[in-house]
DNA sequence: TCACCTCGGTTCATTCATTGAACTAACGAT
DNA sequence: ATCGTTAGTTCAATGAATGAACCGAGGTGA
C-alpha cells in the first residue's frame, strides 16, 4: 500500500478529509465498515445483509483490506475460506462512524435512530462524538453494545444479519457462525 | 423536505448511517461541506477551490438545501446573487467531519495532516472526537480555528480560498469577499 | 449605444462506475 | 454422479460524473 498514491480523484486537494474520502467516499465502502463493526464478517453475509452488487463487495473489500482497515484471514482449510476483520486502523473509524449515524439519526430518522449505542459498563446511550455521558470517557467500541432503536425495522429484513441484530451484540464479536 | 423519502438506493437499508449516506455519501458533497466550515459561500468560490464540474456543484449544493443542511440567501440586489451557509443542522455535522478528517490525517497523510484545528480558548489541537485535550470539552467549530499542518499544500493550489487558508482563519467565518 | 466582463448557473456528448444476471471453481455431502 | 455451499469473476446494460460550450441578468467603460 503505497500512502502516495492518491486514487483517481480529488487529487488536487490538499486535504485529510479528501483522502479519507478517496476511500471510504465510495458507494457501499462506509456501510461495509459498519457491518463490520457489527461482527460481519464473511463475503456472503455482508452480501445477505447489504443487498450490494457482488462485483462491488468484493472490489471495496480488497480495497478496504488495501487499506489496511480490514485484513482477510482464513477462518478454515479445505475448502479455503476467507473472513474480513477490522484491523486497529479500521477501528480507530468508530468516531466517525458514529457521528456520521447520529447525525442521520437526529435529523433524517422520522421514527428516530434504528439503533442505539450503549455504553456496556454503565449502560448509558453515547453522544455525537462517542463520549459516555455517564462517565465522560470516549466510549470505544470493544465497550459498546448495538441494539435496536425506536426506528428500528422499518422495511422489515429477513437475512440473518437483521435477524442477529435484533439482540443486542457486543460491538466486534462476531455475529454469525463460529 | 419529506422525511420519509429516501434517496434512490441504500433504501432497504433500516440504518440511520445509511440516511446519512444517501446524502453525504455522494461524490463532492462532504468536500462542500468541509468548505463550508471553512467559510467558503458562494458557488464561484466553490468551484474554483473543489474543481469540481460545474452541474455537480449545482445539484449537491440543491441536495444540501433541500436536506436542511445550507440555506441559500440573497447577499446582494441588483444583480441578486445568493450564498449558502451552513444551518444549525449543516454545523452539527462538525463532529462527523472532524472525525473522518482526522482519521485521513492519522493514517494516509505520510506527511502529517495539512491542516490543524485549535481550540480558540486554550490554543490545543482538538483530537479525533472533537474534544479539547485541554479544556475536556468538546469544542464546537465557532471556537476552532483552521492552519496549515505539516503536511500542507503538497499539491500546490493557487485559488483564492486556498491563499486565504494559509494563514489562521476561525471556523464558520466568511473566507473570502463581504 | 455597444462591446465586454462577472456571476451563477444549464445543456449536452463522452467517459466511467454501478448494476444484476449468469457463470466459474473448489470442495463436501448424499 | 449430482447437488449444495461459499466466494468469487465476467459481461452487457444502465446511470452518474465529467468538461466544454452555452445562456441570461446585470454592471462597466469607451
Redesign the interface.
Known sequence: MD??ALGKD????????????????E?WT??IV?DAFYGVRRYGDFLAH??IPRAVLATRLQALVD??VLTRRPYQESPRRHEYVLTE?GR??W????????????????FG???LYTHLTCGTRVG????CPACGR?APPEELEVRPGP???????DDAV?RALRRPHRLLEPLLAE
Do not use: I, K, V
Open positions: 500512502p502516495m480529488y487529487e488536487a486537494q490538499d486535504c485529510a478529509l479528501a483522502r479519507a474520502l478517496e476511500l471510504l467516499g458507494r462506509l456501510l459498519r447489504l443487498d487499506a489496511g486502523r480507530e473509524l468516531p466517525a462512524l458514529n457521528a456520521l449515524g447520529h447525525w442521520g439519526g437526529e435529523h433524517l430518522s422520522p435512530p434504528s439503533r455525537r462524538t462517542g463520549t470516549f426506528g428500528a425495522d422499518r422495511p422489515h429484513r437483521s
